[in-house]
C-alpha cells in the first residue's frame, strides 16, 4: 500500500494547487459523458481514452517541470522560461491532439441529432 500513498499525495496536490489539472478532469467527464450519451464504439471509446490520458499526462508533467524549474532558482533566467514554456506548448499539443480526435469522433454523431 506504501506504492500508492505518494502517487496519492501527487494528485491531491494537482487537486489543490493546478486548476488547469482539475479543468482537463472536468473536461474528460464532459467527453466520458457525451461518449455515453453516443454509445461509442470500442475502437472509439480507445481513441477517446488515449486522448485523454495524454493530456492528464502531459499536464502533470508540465506541472512537475515547474516546480522544479521553481525549486531550483527563484531568480528570472531565461533557460527556466524556456523549459516551463516548452512544457506548457507540450500540453498545448496534447490539448490540440484529443480536441482533433474529439472532433472527428463525435462530429458525425452530433450532425446525425440534425439530420
Known amino acids: 500500500m506504501k506504492r500508492f500513498v505518494y502517487p496519492l499525495q501527487g494528485f491531491l496536490t494537482l487537486l489543490k494547487r493546478d486548476v488547469n489539472f482539475i479543468l482537463h478532469l472536468l473536461t474528460a467527464l ?52 524556456y523549459a516551463k514554456d516548452t512544457a506548457a506548448f507540450a500540453v498545448v499539443l496534447a490539448s490540440m491532439m484529443s480536441a482533433l480526435i474529439g472532433l472527428i469522433i463525435f462530429l458525425p454523431y452530433i450532425l446525425m441529432l440534425f439530420y
Open 30 to 81: 464532459i467527453v466520458i459523458g457525451f461518449g455515453m450519451f453516443f454509445r461509442l464504439t470500442t475502437l472509439e471509446w480507445l481513441f477517446i481514452i488515449i486522448s485523454i490520458f495524454s493530456v492528464l499526462i502531459t499536464e502533470v508533467l508540465n506541472t512537475s517541470l515547474e516546480y522544479v524549474v521553481d525549486l531550483v532558482t527563484e531568480d528570472y533566467h531565461e533557460l527556466a522560461k
